[in-house]
């Protein structure tokens, strides 16, 4: 006949649906272009980390449970795309950073790479999408707090590289002659 141990009769907390119990959206709640960045973050990192072939990381990661959920050109584009542009890439994200390249996470330059790359090429995927889905790859992957990184670095170069877009959804003048 006693109440909870904080003295409240609260039904129990109810977890959140479409997450794992770690707080990861679950797979079946993933759209095939958020596995396409998933599987593309995993192949960065192989390629960041070990400086793998390509081809080779590219065979291996198609090989992985769940690759046939995930948009397969989106995950070519994001793969190659980041890693033939990798050297213009990081030119992009150095300035913003508060320490040496070489010093940023694996994952979190990977998630970097992606939003950078999609605020480039991916016109149809609106910026905050990029950024969101960034973050929750850091989230998923990267270490405590790198999804914090990550957003930082990538709402520093939104302006810059989707900047009609961002003064649009900020309501600001972008800068364009009436």
Known sequence: MSESTHGDKRPPRQP???????????????????????????????????RNDATAIDNFTR????????????????LHGCIRTADDLDALIAPKLDRKMAEISPIE??????????????????????????????????GTDGHKYVNGVLNGLAPQLRAAEVASDKGQDAGTPA
């Open 63 to 78: 090989d992985l449970a769940g690759f046939h959920k995930a948009d397969a050109a989106h995950y070519d584009a994001l």
């Open 109 to 142: 330059h990977a998630a970097m790479w992606i939003g950078v790359f999609e605020f480039q090429h991916c016109m149809d995927v609106p910026w905050r999408v990029v950024i969101n889905e960034c973050i929750e790859l850091a989230k998923e992957f990267g």
């Open 16 to 50: 959140r649906t479409g997450t794992t119990s770690t707080g990861a959206r679950k797979a079946a709640s993933k759209s095939g272009r958020s596995r396409a960045r998933e599987f593309a973050l995993q192949a960065l990192y192989q390629f960041l980390v070990g």
